[in-house]
């Protein structure tokens, strides 16, 4: 009678669970395999949903829109909106420089605060002569001042008052020199001698995080309408609207995933296949006695694929917790429970139907063998043809390459697991090394370490915070020559300063695109003309001919909207700008020439150009000698300072004494700007290095498997070579060397093929703009080889010393 006709379910499961109990060493490893593959794959499903959850939660709190010029009787009627979320009122008093300090000077209401995240001891400013001081900024002037004290200071229009200080701002300011004097609303209003209280409004609109710029301009419109703003007064946040689609999940950044998941499931799973292809080779013979029993080969299947299942219901739950904890660690601000339970689910899902068709493979092996084979079943290959070779030494050495020999397949899928996580470790510590988000700053600072730049955000009350009042306000200080000759050979004479390089900029207003827009002209010399000629340049050949023909150089790829505006030679472009007395002045320029300096770059991008800053970026281009006769003015921006890298901080202070308390002169510097950029990449590397430290343990996990599994299915046989006179060294030779053979396999591999891959990666986002720039991962990957070599020699002396804790009788009769 066969067994299926029997209560089989419970035998089976009777005899699933007796087999697992006797293979506790293939039951840990399985186990840790699946936990790892789980956790990692959530851990990446709850780190990419928990980043745009994040930014999605930090923009939901994010005004969109700005009401300009308002009075306090329209700030309450736009609070009754049921559209509005939440309100606050501020008033920019202005800006300026006391001493190497800029004081920014602004009124903001309890909520501005609250949302700004301002933490402060004491009470908001209410009366006339009250502020609100940083402390940092009273440390810098060496004042003990507590709430409630009175105070002399500047605030940046060139008159000490007294002011009454009723609270000291805990929040540090942004940078060292540059802090915030918050006012009280009389206080703002005196100082800048307004006499109608208006105010801007900052807005956050209830479900902004689901409008669209279209749908958020015409709610704000509606709303100003109904309290009697004009158009003009209402400013929406195009840029909240885009980083909203941003951070919202697409339908790319989901199949990324799904790819990492499944690679990752795969890898674990080619583990796990592994570990039941050798358990299931040494355990036919009991499957063919079951089969004489009656067991049907389904039944066999089903006992192979419940020891499978069962292992998985340990396993997966372990990673689930570690998966979920490395989920939170990594972005606390991301964390949500439904996001959880949904990523455990499907992960769970997953992780099962993975282990399910690992072990598919093995159940099919044990139950295609027919009773009468399995008796002399070993699991290895059979040899096809006759060996020419009549004899071979009996060398621990050939017995270990023999071995590999006669199980081709257990041993191509071991290297399979073991170089798979080689090579991908190899691939993410190439793009984590190369990788220099600070080498983008690089292109910014393409002949220099400082630039010394106009900077025109200064002055109360009459502050002119429109484009055209920016456009008058540069202009001015071009005029004066704060800029000019005089300041280039002061800092020309700084010890240390090896070169100058100005560069001419002018703000100007255009109907490039068939509207109003904002853009700048820049001018360029003779020598910088020879890199536009370069550029698939189509013009005058000569720099003579254009300033003969007044004209603009038209970069014609810079901007998305050439698509539907296209520019061509003879077009004619309308240009408006300020000159140094306030006047307007405006003229129809032809488009003498174009070029393409972004299809150029790509080209170069390996070459390290360094491209005068005046060509970087432009989209309109003038010869300077043009630029400053039409302007009436010199025009010249700013100067980009190259020093001896030997003497370039102390360049730095000297600068920043000379120019730091200027008003209208900002101070650039290269270090910084690289610094900030590399922290700002940091959060990315470390997801990185923990995705490398996963596949590392990967296959460390799986060499333990490899080494210990092989040894404890091979008792007999081991047992076996021992009682015809093997000594316990040289089965440890013989065992070393096995290993030593996977081990030195998945070495080259990693060194060849994940720096190839490594490279290829890299490849590919230099040619999609990333600033990045190929190294050989060395650290990483011979710290993988060194912890692979430590863990075969340790577990093959660890495994021989468990072996010979059993007689030679006990490990000829069973095997663990």
Known sequence: MKMDQNNNGAVIKQIAKKSLAGSRTRNIFTCLTIAMGVALVLTFVLYLFGNSKQQLRTQEDTPQVSYLDITPEQAEQLKGFSEIKWLGLSKSVGSSKVG????????????????????????????????????????????????????????????????????????????SNNHRIYVSLPCALALTGDEECLLDATVNLNHAVNM?????EETAAALGEKIGLTQEQSKVSEAFFNQASISRLTATSVAALALVAILILAAAGLVIHNIFYIAVAGKVREY?????????????????????????????PLGLVIGALMGYLLIPGGWDWKTTLGGMAVCAVLGFAAVRISVSKPGKIAAKTAPVEAISYTGYSQMQGVSKKRYSYLTPGNLAVLNLKRSKKKSFLTMCSLVLAG????????????????????????????????????????????????????????SS????????????????????RPWRYLNVSTDLFQKETNLGINGFSKDEFEWVKQMGYDGPQTYEELISQPGLIVETESNSNFKEFPVKRGDVIHVATYNGRGERIEKDFPVVGTFHYISWMMDHRKENKKLPITIMGSTLLMPSETLDDWAGMDTTYGFEIETDPKKSGEVGETLEKLYGSEENLFLNSKTENMAYLDQMFLPAKIILFVLAGFLVVFGVINLMNT???????????????????????????????????????????????????GYGLVDALDQMGMSV?????????????????AMQTGMTRYGVQLLQKQTLSERMRKAD
């Open 100 to 175: 190497s300090n800029r004081l920014g000077v602004i009124y903001q209401d309890e909520i501005m605060m609250e949302k700004n995240e301002i933490s402060y001891t004491g009470e908001l400013p209410q009366k006339d002569g009250e502020i609100m001081v940083p402390r940092d900024y009273l440390k810098q002037l060496g004042l003990k001042i507590q709430p409630g004290d009175t105070v002399s200071l500047d605030l940046g229009d060139k008159t000490v008052r007294e002011y009454k200080v009723t609270g000291i701002v805990d929040t540090p300011s942004k940078t």
């Open 288 to 316: 063919g006695q079951m089969r004489t029993l009656g067991m049907t080969r389904k039944q066999v299947r089903s006992l192979v694929s419940r020891e499978g299942t069962s292992l998985a219901a340990k396993g997966i």
């Open 773 to 789: 720039k190929y190294q050989y991962p060395w650290i990483p990957v011979l710290l993988f080889v060194a912890v692979l070599g």
């Open 707 to 757: 080494i210990l599994t092989n040894l404890f299915t091979r008792k007999r046989e081991l047992g076996i070579l021992q009682a015809v006179g093997m000594t316990r060294e040289q089965m440890k030779k013989m065992l070393g060397r096995e290993s030593l053979i996977y081990v030195a396999v998945t070495i080259v591999c990693t060194l060849t093929f994940g720096g190839l891959l």
């Open 212 to 216: 669209t710029f279209p749908q958020a």
């Open 423 to 478: 090579v991908l470790l190899g691939a993410i510590s190439s793009f984590v090394i190369s990788y220099n988000p600070g080498a983008s700053v690089e292109s910014s600072f393409p002949n220099g370490d400082y630039q010394l730049q106009l900077s025109a955000e200064s002055g109360f009350g009459s502050q002119d915070l429109s484009e055209e009042g920016r456009m008058k306000q540069y202009a001015a200080l071009q």
């Open 481 to 500: 020559g704060i800029i000019g000759n005089e300041t280039r050979k002061e800092v020309e004479g700084i010890d240390g300063v090896t070169a100058t």
